[in-house]
């Protein structure tokens, strides 16, 4: 059964710090990794990995996945108040929909 | 943002009902899922479809039925509504199965 790990469940950090958010994963058949962010409604997409070491970037946020160590992050820099939502991980194997992980509750504090 | 919408937003309902929520698309992506959404187990997926009249369960569809009679229409019907079903269902849509997924807004029920 494939599993998606997130860590850590929430954090708090005050504006200005970097975070960074961790996303284990055991998958069968990996494909490719998938970042959301959560705020009080529908979760949006941030980034799909899907090769080893290839960070994606967009502004301050960026992610790297570790496909021999199964695993991917999630950095925030320079922290902003509307940076605070739940950030969710998800995993595609191909044949079988997205897996998604119980997610980390970030909330940054002015 | 994608064409999703989902309907009702908002319903309570009682135990022993049947519910019926609707997922609508305009994009003619192939593709459609219903997750629900509790504190503590995040997205689990009910049902999805890969294509009309197309579909399978996921990690909790007892329950839960769909249709999909239409592309741009994925129905998640509850034969008779309980409390554990109470939840945020969310609908998304994917173009290619393998894919990033785009969720409509949500509907939140509640069953009394």
């Known amino acids: 059964e494939d599993k998606v790990v997130q860590s850590p469940l929430s954090l708090v950090v005050h504006e200005g710090d970097t975070v960074t958010l961790n996303c284990s994963y055991e998958v069968t058949n990996f494909r490719s990794l998938l970042w959301y962010k959560q705020e009080k409604k529908a979760p949006t997409f941030l980034f799909m990995l899907t090769s080893s070491g290839i960070e994606k970037k967009s502004g301050r946020l960026s992610s790297i996945l570790d496909k021999k160590e199964l695993f991917s992050i999630l950095n925030i820099t320079a922290t902003q108040t509307g940076d605070s939502a739940v950030y969710l991980c998800?995993?595609?194997?191909?044949?079988?929909?997205?897996?998604f992980g119980k997610g980390t509750r970030l909330s940054v504090i002015a | 943002d994608a064409g999703i919408t989902q309907s009702p937003r908002h319903k309570v309902t009682e135990t022993g009902t049947p519910v019926t929520l609707r997922c609508h698309q305009t994009?003619?992506?192939?593709?459609m899922y219903w997750y629900r959404q509790d504190p503590g187990h995040g997205l689990r997926l009910i049902h999805y479809s890969y294509g009309v009249k197309d579909t399978d369960k996921g990690e909790v569809s007892d329950g839960y039925s769909v249709s999909r009679s239409k592309t741009e229409d994925f129905l998640l019907t509850l034969e008779s509504a309980t409390s554990s079903q109470t939840s945020v269902y969310f609908c998304?849509?994917?173009?290619?199965?393998?894919?990033?997924?785009?969720f409509g807004p949500g509907t939140r029920l509640t069953v009394t």
């Open positions: 998304a849509i994917d173009e290619t199965g393998v894919g990033e997924q785009y």
């Open positions: 994009e003619n992506h192939r593709y």
């Open positions: 998800a995993t595609n194997s191909g044949n079988t929909p997205l897996v």
